[in-house]
């Protein structure tokens, strides 16, 4: 039954254990593994912190990203903390724009950026 939920790289995954009739709790703690593993965790953790805005990525689109990001991986944090850590990753020009202002969530944060941006493409 759960195989015919999966889709995409999930499926293509499970293809190596479709022949086998494996018991539930087996097959939630390899998925987990592969999901959440200690080498997929790190993986994230790099995205987290390591990879920053690029001089021609659209604001909107990594900020949606970043945040989905720091969600998962900072699950106890407060939105000050997640919008603190996304200002650290946009592209120098956006956060010195938005340093000067008050950001009060996301949603101010996101409406901010992509004003900056635009305001900068002119």
Not at 33 to 43: D, E, F, I, R
Not at 67 to 78: C, F, H, K
Not at 93 to 117: C, P, Y
Request: charged share 25%.
């Amino acid at each position: 039954m759960v195989n015919k939920c999966l889709t995409d790289k999930t499926a293509k995954w499970y293809e190596v254990y479709r022949g086998l009739s494996l018991p539930w709790e087996k097959f939630r703690s390899l998925i987990t593994q592969h999901y959440a593993g200690v080498s997929t965790l790190n993986k994230l953790q790099i995205k987290l912190y390591a990879n920053k805005q690029e001089d021609k990525e659209a604001v909107g689109v990594f900020l949606q990203k970043k945040y989905l990001l720091a969600l998962r991986m900072l699950p106890t944090a407060s939105e000050e903390q997640v919008n603190g850590h996304l200002m650290e990753s946009l592209k120098p020009s956006i956060r010195r724009v938005l340093r000067a202002a008050t950001i009060s969530s996301f949603e101010d944060l996101m409406e901010r950026a992509l004003q900056a941006e635009s305001n900068e493409a002119i």
